[in-house]
Each structure stands twice: as C-alpha cells, then as structure tokens.
C-alpha cells in the first residue's frame, strides 16, 4: 500500500521542530534550501527522505562518525518520531538511504559551506587581528578514503620507493581563521596534485582586510603575485636556498629584496621575463622554551613599511601558522576520528562526506566563539572536545531535555 504523502506544511514544521538542534542554528532551514535549489537537487516530489533531511543527515554522519549510517538515521528519526508520532515517520531501507545520498551528490555541501563559513572573529578575539588584518592561515592535509575502484581511479593511491601502498587519498587544502579556527574556504583534489594547485582554488577568497599565513610549499612567483593581487597582505615562509639580494636594509634588520619568476614561467609564456615583484624580507632563528635554537626561519611579506609591521611582531605573528595543525587534528582525531577511513564507496560522496565534516568543524568551532564571548574568555581557552560532546547531546535530546549544566562548553 502506498504511503501517504508528506504535506508540503508538515515537512516545514518538522525541519522547523528539528532547528532547536544546535547544528540547525548555525546551518539553517533556509540556507540548506538556497543550496539545494542553487545546484538543482531539490526533491521534485514527495518522498520519505526528502532532500534537506538528506542533508542534515550528512552532517549527523560527521558527528557520529565512529558509528553506522544506519544508526544515524536512527538519531535523526527518533527526534521527529518524537515530535510527530512513531506511526508518521517510517525508516527507509538502507538501499534508499544510500541511494538518497546519491541522489544529493557534493554540490550540494559544497554549496552551502561556501556560503555557511564566514570569519565570525572580532578585534576582541586573541590572535583574530593584527594591526586591523584579519590573520588567516592556509596548509593542506589528506584523508584516507575507501579502497573502491571508482576511489582509486578519482583520488589515487599513495607510493613509496616500494610501489603503490595504502589506501586511496584525497588531498584538501583550507583556509582558516586564526583566533577563532573556522574554515572559510576549502579546494579538493588527488593525492598526486600539488598543494599550490588547490591554493590556487582558495586565491579568490581573500579579501583585503585579511592577512594569509603560509608554509614554504606554496611560494611560487605566480602564486605570490595572484595572491597579492587579491588587496590582502601576505606573509609566507620561503626555503633558505632563495637568492635575495638586500635592495634597502631597515633598522629592525629586514630588507627589501626583488623576486622574479622562475625560466620555467617564461618558458611557458606564464610570466614576461622582465617582471619583478618588491617583497620584504624578515629572517631570524627561532629559540625555544629550553634555549635551544630551531631552524632559520626566512619570512616575506607584501607589508613593505617596517613602521608598518614591525619585524620582530611579524616573527611572532608568524607562530599562528602553527595553529592550522593543531585545527586539522581536531578535524581528523576528534570529530572524525583517529586513523579512520571516510565511508563513502563513491568519489561523490567521498566529497560530500568531507565537506558534511567541514560544515560540522565550523559548528563546533562558532559554538565555541559564541561560548567565549558569553564568558568574557578567549575561544582558545575551551576544550575543542568538550564542545563536540555538548552538540552530540543537543543533537539527541531537544533542549527541554537538556540539563541545565549541560550547555556548557
């Protein structure tokens, strides 16, 4: 016997209901709506998983990432069960599930993380500004994906001097807010491209009022000069072997140098031989908590005015860098967990998946902002995994059910 369909006004009260969920408070109905309508994959007709349902159960895999698919819709229909009575909401089988999924595709999550992440830092927040930039940092990781045909062929494997080993993997590279560490914009692509590639990708979401941090893989004149391009200041690391010669020495011992594009670029009619670009030019050795002294570090940077910014703040600013690793280890240890492999068979939804986990980092991390500023404290004074805990239960049991100490990150 067919079901009966779901009105057009039971789903908005049902999705409505399901937004006291903190997740939905940061991701809401609205939003998830534009983005399936922006990349055509609004259900067309009624059916038992409609399209925005599909997508928040994306982002309860990401929470519950230790756990089956299956149980994750049980998460998810138990709340509306609970709201609209066990007889009006019917499980679907496992097959339509995945094939719901399939249906949603990428473009979807992709859609709405672009539009969701947003710098939600102010001047109040340690480490979120430098002298009126905004201080972002970009570095890329992989993610370890399973070992399908159409994986393989789509992310490719990782080798050694041994041949290929391991499982296939996808490479991401993110932009990410300093003192606040949301992500705000994310390229993907195979384990065998090139990090700068997908910075490339992340170029165009610059502003002007940020200032990047970066390691010394992604400096390339071209990049560099994309970059500057954007209005927004630069600070990278470069590799020592690059020759700089001192153009004008300052008081605090940086220089202006002169960078120039590689044979290769000329070659390739990429850049005219003849170009040049003035960077300022910031070395130091960095000395530990022990005494010790690290690896010379060569830093350049777009802010020529050593008034500006002056070279030992520069140096130190530069150690925010570092914070990226410490977000990325987050993502993959405690929200996704260590050492796990994404779920998805499929390319498209290996995707998906991952941006479901992006989308679900940057609840967690505005959930522990909005916490900071109710405290009176610093972001970076709260427990990354106590938050996540805290969302788990908000997921699970509506808030009249939470315990009055519960809410607390």
């Known amino acids: 016997m067919p079901r009966k369909p779901m009105s057009a006004p039971h789903i908005s009260e049902m999705m409505k209901q399901l937004s006291l969920a903190s997740i939905m408070q940061v991701i809401p109905q609205r939003k998830v709506k534009e983005a399936l309508e922006a990349t055509g994959t609004a259900s067309r007709r009624n059916r038992l998983l409609p399209a925005p349902l599909v997508v928040y159960l994306v982002l309860l895999l990401a929470f519950y990432a230790e756990v089956s698919v299956r149980e994750n819709m049980s998460v998810l229909l138990e709340?509306?069960?609970?709201?609209?009575?066990?007889?009006?909401?019917?499980?679907?089988?496992?097959?339509?599930?995945?094939?719901?999924?399939?249906?949603?595709?990428?473009?979807?999550?992709?859609?709405?993380?672009?539009?969701?992440?947003?710098?939600?830092?102010?001047?109040?927040?340690?480490g979120c500004f430098w002298r009126g930039l905004r201080v972002v940092a970009v570095d890329g990781t992989t993610a370890e994906v399973q070992d399908t045909t159409a994986n393989r062929e789509r992310f490719g494997l990782h080798h050694n001097q041994h041949g290929f080993v391991g499982y296939p993997q996808m490479k991401a590279v993110v932009l990410v807010e300093c003192g606040t560490g949301v992500p705000l914009a994310c390229a993907l692509g195979r384990n065998d491209i090139h990090e700068q590639r997908l910075l490339d990708q992340i170029a165009p979401s610059l502003d002007k009022g940020m200032l990047m941090l970066a390691d010394r893989a992604y400096f390339g004149f071209l990049r560099w000069k994309t970059c500057t391009a954007c209005d927004g200041a630069l600070l990278w690391r470069i590799k020592s072997s690059l020759i700089l010669k001192p153009l004008k020495?300052?008081?605090?011992?940086?220089?202006?140098?002169?960078?120039?594009?590689?044979?290769?670029?000329?070659?390739?009619?990429?850049?005219?031989?003849?170009?040049?670009?003035?960077?300022?030019?910031?070395?130091?050795?960095?000395?530990?908590?022990?005494?010790?002294?690290?690896?010379?570090?060569?830093l350049i940077t777009t802010v020529l005015d050593p008034a500006q910014a002056p070279a030992d703040e520069l140096?130190?600013?530069?150690?925010?860098?570092?914070?990226?690793?410490?977000?990325?280890?987050?993502?993959?240890?405690?929200?996704?967990?260590?050492?796990?492999?994404?779920?998805?068979?499929?390319?498209?939804?290996v995707e998906q998946e991952w941006y479901g986990f992006l989308l679900a980092y940057y609840v967690v991390r505005v959930t522990i902002v909005e916490a900071a500023r109710r405290e009176g404290a610093a972001p970076r004074a709260f427990s990354f995994v106590r938050a996540v805990r805290v969302i788990k239960r908000r997921l699970v049991f509506s808030p009249s059910d939470d315990p009055g100490n519960e809410g607390r990150v």
């Not at 070395?283 to 022990?290: G, H, K, M, R, S």
């Open 79 to 126: 709340h509306l069960r609970a709201l609209f009575g066990r007889d009006s909401v019917k499980r679907p089988a496992d097959s339509a599930v995945s094939k719901a999924r399939q249906r949603l595709g990428a473009k979807p999550l992709e859609w709405l993380f672009k539009q969701v992440a947003r710098p939600v830092g102010d001047e109040t927040v340690a």
């Open 249 to 298: 020495v300052f008081e605090d011992g940086s220089y202006l140098a002169r960078i120039r594009p590689s044979s290769k670029l000329t070659r390739k009619g990429l850049c005219r031989k003849s170009e040049s670009l003035i960077v300022r030019v910031i070395e130091y050795l960095p000395i530990f908590e022990d005494g010790t002294e690290g690896e010379a570090v060569r």
């Open 315 to 349: 140096a130190e600013l530069y150690t925010e860098r570092w914070s990226e690793e410490t977000r990325f280890d987050e993502l993959k240890t405690h929200l996704c967990g260590s050492g796990r492999v994404l779920r998805s068979p499929l390319p498209d939804l």
